[in-house]
């Protein structure tokens, strides 16, 4: 699923009016409290981001205390998995806060749509309709391989 990026660009300019706060004043606050307070307690969350992962992962980078950037790499699977630069392209919303607001309306979608869960998938429609899958820890993944109760191949 893909987040309209004229949705998060007023999203994110309704936090931060209605916080009274700059970006760089929220993301110092938010992002590491969410490493903090989430990731470090729940190691798996960050595949419940999906395609967001990729860009979360940048603004954490920038904004996380040092001592939660190697943390993040390391729970988050760039240092299994390296980085999915194809994804991360495709869904970047151009600037730190638009990625944060994207990535967290998603992880909102998949809560509200009962669809949360590291290893479930998520799924991605190309500019042409067409449907793929798509695990975190997997990679795209061709449908007709999975059975269910199977890890699924990776493309």
């Known amino acids: 699923m893909m987040i309209p990026k004229e949705f998060v660009t007023e999203k994110s300019h309704q936090i931060l009016e209605e916080r009274g706060e700059t970006e760089l004043k929220f993301l110092s606050s938010a992002v590491p409290a ?3 307070d989430l990731l470090t307690k729940a190691p798996d969350f960050w595949k419940n981001f999906g ?6 992962m940048a603004v954490m980078e920038n904004y996380a205390p040092r001592e939660f950037r190697q943390y993040a790499q390391m729970v988050g699977g760039q240092e299994q998995f390296g ?3 194809e ?3 495709e869904y970047d919303y151009g600037t730190d806060m638009f990625n944060w607001v994207a990535a967290m309306l998603y992880l909102e979608f998949r809560i509200e749509s009962y669809q949360l869960g590291a290893d479930n998938p998520h799924y991605v429609t190309d500019e042409y309709g067409n449907e793929r899958a798509y695990i975190p820890s997997v990679g795209f993944v061709n449908e007709e391989d999975t059975d269910e109760g199977e890890t699924p191949n990776a493309e």
Do not use: A, E, Q, S
């Open 34 to 36: 969410f490493v903090k």
């Open 51 to 56: 395609m967001y992962w990729w860009n979360l």
């Open 83 to 85: 980085r999915d630069d």
């Open 87 to 89: 994804i991360r392209r």
